[in-house]
């Protein structure tokens, strides 16, 4: 962490700041320039919040040096985690290829749609049973109906599901039920969600990122689950806010590349929420497996046209069993594995 | 609102869709235009999910005429709302004029402050119990002992008390305790407190905007809260997110005209926390009086420089008083009360 | 179009504007709603501007049903542009395969990356001659001397040659020299300079898209080109601005589906000048490539320590040469042809 | 300049970037941290391109710890630039009160609007005569005929006039004719035109920010005009591109404090095209004022449901006359002068 004075600052004000921060546990080194001076800190600055240093009035601004995650940096970690969800495996060159509708909406569509995706190559299902909708008005889900409907359409295709926990109250049945954890967009910053989660969920968490989260904000989510417990978070891209409208969000691809360097944590890519129309969703998968991630969630639905929630945005099975056969193309020339 | 038809389309599309959306309880219009056929939907509308026909192959794109959000709305409810807490009103020509330390630390600080910021004229008292913090290693509020702080500043001064409420667990605390119920900008689309907020909460509800809420989502999370039993909401600005990174976040100030434009709701404006620097405050906070909103939230603290959290974006006391003397002169010209 | 009333409007009110807009030359349709009338318009309303409209007191708001290009529109060109750049093809299944130093810096230089490029795979040159730099500081480009050289390393290789003009007083040189001439994404929107391009520029254009332009202004400005007279426009994505700021910008690869659903021209890729950072560039090209994208613009350089621009973001030839054997992987699946 | 060494770096490492840089013109001082070590640069480092450092393979990222702009600096410039426009002062404490139409239209129109936002206390007539326009097809303004109108304004009235340069061959006209030159939005970062204006450019100029400039970027923009020799610049905040599109961008009324605390230039504010709705106007102006602006740009067209362009943003002579009522009050507050 570098602290940057005023010009202004004098001797005193840097005898006072080089106590203060030494107090908390680190060194300092001090470089006077020609117009300002620096004092750097020397040891483990994660713990200091910067901006308990940049009150104090000498101080012009505080930089940080490095991340201030410990646990899923990649630095402290070096070997990429590999998730196992029932026996499929997600990182470390293993795709998780989940797939399903955006709502469980009765027995017969959840388990036509689990065998028509488990044919196709899908690994795991999803369905949402508790939604998040912006209006009130909306269908809010089936709420614990659905997750019994998604456990028989396990039983009958063996996938393991995926969906979404809102509410601190259902921690219990999602232990109970569920196989990989998820927790939305919108709640990526539900400190109260996230410490429950990390400490009570002891499945897999797929986390996703908020629509206008940095990835040190998303990572920062992460830590969060991972510093009361839960180790195993799969980071989850479902597109960012920007001012085009056109699409609902933009994909942020580039994510890839950033997270697998910056931390050790699987990777999976939500083209079906990013874009908002369902003739997005085959390049951008295909960019996305070419991009080097670790996994992909796409909404089917065998008749969108009734869907009860994100029907534009929802593959019919035919669209995707052809997708997934130019994904299993390009998983073959970049060597990624999938159970 | 308008369903806009591809060129595409023939009669038999029209037809299909025409009684598609008229199940839903709405009469049709059709438009046949030079290159597309376009169908107006009449009637109440509010509870149609534009994406339910959107998913038709024959539909190019639909946009809404009218807000989907009724009891927020200003065209059915044309006066303003004005919200009494303890006697304090906010909106209608009122201001709420909330001032205090991001978070409690102390007893003798959060009197101290209090006590100051009422002598300026601040007629609500702020400070956090529950903090919402970026990084799991930093300093998380004092919690329910924060809150029977508060209780005792509010003995002290009379002044009302403002605090955020992070988990639906704290419910009933906050019903016994607390004067108006902060729900935080990080939490401004968790449905699930939303609702249970606006079912159990009988005491005021400050919502404040997302980050990168749009007025519409910001307002339907005031519509959540009062389609589930509580009409007492007030709306704050606190800086939403932009690529401009030497502030924390842009103060968006023509927020105040639209949000009296679109609902009857009060709103007021946060400037500590949308700048993030101490000396942005006054002139944002006299801007925000001239444009006309009902109210502020303004952070003030005696020691800003050994605040636990947040302390470059605090005011010392003696600024706040200087602040406030310009405040009154605004009031007067603009005709603002203050209790 | 669709104009929409208030609630307020009247008989007369429509009447009025029924006769304001078909004076411009288009019929109407009027839809009476329960609570909004609204007033569809038919014809040609690319030439209307719908300001002129929302200006009238009765009027809530205008809403285009169609979009406001022609020339650029796939609904009246639905075959695929195809660029023709001194034998090389970009667009319809032929990929533009770009690449170069951002800077011309001396002849050996240049020289010794384009063969490096070509022997690659590399179909087109790439060097910087006049640079737009944030600072007056910087390096400004090589200027007409550049030129001569890109020329020379023409010459050498046979590739053709594409470099930004920035200035019209440099039209004729450019017409002269160059092969394909770029507009920077700063001069998106300088409409004297995309003016004269469209009514001087002999050669095919390459339109990168402003740091924050919607794809519709982005298509717009390459109206201006056609609309002025020439028709061989490329465009270009490299990066939108966002509140990330860990890379430069963010590469919103959906521009791909969407521009070639919207209109017919070719659309390539620069992953160099989005990210900022060259260990993004193979992944992201990769991606694009996947996504269907026309064609890529590279920076390379033999030495990017050196380099007096934009070095962190250049491949050094060995990366370039491993990344365009995946390309040729990719464009195989894909049945995509490169000359 | 601070250099941020990778973990891996060696001592090597550290002594050929100690070389690197001390070619440049700058000391070091080296800081060993117990991960990380950093390497601070000492002197001038304004001229330092930080890419060129941070393309070294042992190097993981520069920070700037002091602006790369000199004259604009308020470092090195501590009192307020005041800017005299044929005697009107804009700038430490004197308002600068721009109105008029979008685009002049005709004498009676341009003659009869300066006229009457004189007599409501404007100092400086506006007026589009060149106009950068979204669609080809839109009406490009009147050209040099509306530069002539303008100068009629200006002998009938008395008021300086300012209207925006778009091409550098009308340099010669715009020194002869205009008092305030503009820069637009869209040619923030037309550095061929801001080099040409610096240089050539007598009168003082206008510069409006780019829609998603940051502030630096803006500044440097300055940066360019007053290095090519023009010292005389206004900058114009006119709203900022964001994810919200109720309104056409959002005013950033943050910039006032914060380009008054980075540069000695005077800034205003056009509140007209931020909002791009006329009932924005007002109480944005208002809160311009409130916040510290050195004064506004505002449309007012005596007829704008006829404007040929951006009728919908403009204001009426009587709500310009009554929104300088409440301008003067503020004034007198806040101890602003207006000639």
Same mark, same amino acid.
């Given at each position: 962490?570098?602290?940057?004075?005023?010009?202004?600052?004098?001797?005193?004000?840097? /005898?006072?700041?080089? !106590? *203060?921060?030494? &107090?908390?546990?680190?060194? #300092?080194?001090?470089?006077?320039? $020609? %117009?300002?001076?620096?004092?750097?800190?020397?040891?483990?600055?994660?713990?200091?919040?910067?901006?308990?240093?940049?009150?104090?009035?000498?101080?012009?601004?505080?930089?940080?040096?490095?991340?201030?995650?410990?646990?899923?940096?990649?630095?402290?970690?070096?070997?990429?985690?590999?998730?196992?969800?029932?026996?499929?495996?997600?990182?470390?060159?293993?795709?998780?290829?989940?797939?399903?509708?955006?709502?469980?909406?009765?027995?017969?569509?959840?388990?036509?749609?689990?065998?028509?995706?488990?044919?196709?190559?899908?690994?795991?299902?999803?369905?949402?049973?508790?939604?998040?909708?912006?209006?009130?008005?909306?269908?809010?889900?089936?709420? /614990?109906?659905?997750? !019994? *409907?998604?456990? &028989?359409?396990?039983?009958? #295709?063996?996938?393991?599901?995926? $969906? %979404?926990?809102?509410?601190?109250?259902?921690?219990?049945?999602?232990?109970?039920?569920?196989?990989?954890?998820?927790?939305?967009?919108?709640?990526?910053?539900?400190?109260?969600?996230?410490?429950?989660?990390?400490?009570?969920?002891?499945?897999?968490?797929?986390?996703?990122?908020?629509?206008?989260?940095?990835?040190?904000?998303?990572?920062?989510?992460?830590?969060?689950?991972?510093?009361?417990?839960?180790?195993?978070?799969?980071?989850?891209?479902?597109?960012?806010?920007?001012?085009?409208?056109?699409?609902?969000?933009?994909?942020?691809?580039?994510?890839?590349?950033?997270?697998?360097?910056?931390?050790?944590?699987?990777?999976?890519?939500?083209?079906?929420?990013?874009?908002?129309?369902?003739?997005?969703?085959?390049?951008?998968?295909?960019?996305?497996?070419?991009?080097?991630?670790?996994?992909?969630?796409?909404?089917?639905?065998?008749?969108?046209?009734?869907?009860?929630?994100?029907?534009?945005?929802?593959?019919?099975?035919?669209?995707?069993?052809?997708?997934?056969?130019?994904?299993?193309?390009?998983?073959?020339?970049?060597?990624?594995?999938?159970?």
């Amino acid at each position: 962490m570098i602290v940057v004075l005023k010009q202004t600052a004098n001797k005193d004000d840097v /005898e006072r700041l080089k !106590n *203060l921060v030494e &107090k908390q546990g680190v060194r #300092t080194s001090v470089v006077v320039g $020609t %117009e300002q001076t620096i004092i750097g800190l020397i040891g483990d600055t994660t713990i200091i919040d910067p901006k308990t240093i940049e009150v104090d009035e000498a101080v012009d601004h505080v930089m940080r040096v490095s991340e201030p995650y410990k646990l899923a940096n990649r630095a402290f970690h070096p070997e990429d985690t590999i998730i196992d969800v029932c026996g499929v495996k997600i990182g470390g060159g293993h795709l998780g290829l989940i797939a399903g509708p955006c709502s469980v909406e009765n027995e017969k569509q959840i388990i036509e749609v689990a065998r028509s995706v488990k044919a196709s190559g899908a690994n795991i299902l999803r369905g949402g049973a508790f939604k998040p909708r912006t209006s009130p008005y909306s269908f809010q889900g089936m709420g /614990e109906e659905a997750l !019994n *409907l998604l456990l &028989k359409a396990k039983e009958e #295709t063996g996938l393991p599901i995926c $969906t %979404e926990l809102m509410d601190t109250e259902h921690i219990q049945l999602f232990n109970e039920k569920v196989d990989i954890v998820q927790i939305g967009a919108r709640n990526m910053q539900n400190y109260s969600l996230l410490k429950r989660v990390g400490h009570e969920i002891k499945k897999p968490v797929l986390l996703k990122r908020g629509l206008s989260a940095t990835y040190e904000e998303w990572i920062m989510a992460a830590e969060y689950i991972m510093a009361n417990g839960n180790p195993n978070v799969i980071l989850c891209e479902r597109g960012i806010r920007t001012f085009e409208t056109y699409t609902r969000n933009a994909l942020d691809l580039q994510a890839i590349p950033v997270i697998k360097k910056l931390t050790h944590l699987p990777i999976i890519i939500d083209p079906s929420h990013a874009g908002g129309k369902w003739w997005l969703v085959p390049p951008m998968a295909k960019a996305s497996i070419a991009a080097g991630c670790d996994g992909l969630m796409i909404e089917v639905h065998n008749d969108p046209e009734k869907a009860l929630s994100d029907g534009p945005q929802s593959l019919r099975p035919d669209k995707y069993d052809s997708l997934m056969q130019d994904i299993k193309k390009l998983a073959a020339i970049f060597g990624k594995e999938y159970e």
